[in-house]
Nanobody, 121 residues
Framework: QVQLVESGGGLVQAGESLRLSCAAA????????MGWYRQAPGKQRELVAA???????NYVDSVNGRCTISRDNAKNTVYLQMNSLKPEDTGVYYC???????????????WGKGTLVTVST
């Protein structure tokens, strides 16, 4: 069994920063791509940023230059540093990871339960 646990969400004012964390725990053999998605009220979930096991990153255009995704492979943790936050960044942020568990030959996509980020004007 694998769990992804997010933390770091909260209420901030526009222009401020937040750092989200997501730790994976369980019978983990290997973690491939990890990422952050968000779902704004009334909208579909969208990819915000992703990072491969080798450190390659990609971002949605709306956060490029304001957010940085990173990971600590020793801690099975992925981070999302968000700066210059805007009201349109408001939403529930979900952690995603492709994880191969012990005794299994292929990876599966696991999700966290989400952490709420609210940016006020």
């Amino acid at each position: 069994q694998v769990q992804l646990v997010e933390s770091g969400g909260g209420l901030v004012q526009a222009g401020e920063s937040l750092r989200l964390s997501c730790a994976a725990a369980g019978s983990i053999f290997k973690i491939d791509t990890m990422g952050w998605y968000r779902q704004a009220p009334g909208k579909q979930r969208e990819l915000v940023a992703a990072i491969t096991s080798g450190g390659n990153t990609n971002y949605v255009d709306s956060v490029n230059g304001r957010c940085t995704i990173s990971r600590d492979n020793a801690k099975n943790t992925v981070y999302l540093q968000m700066n210059s936050l805007k009201p349109e960044d408001t939403g529930v942020y979900y952690c995603s990871a492709f994880i191969t568990t012990m005794g299994i030959t292929s990876h599966m996509n696991y999700w966290g339960k989400g952490t709420l980020v609210t940016v006020s004007t």
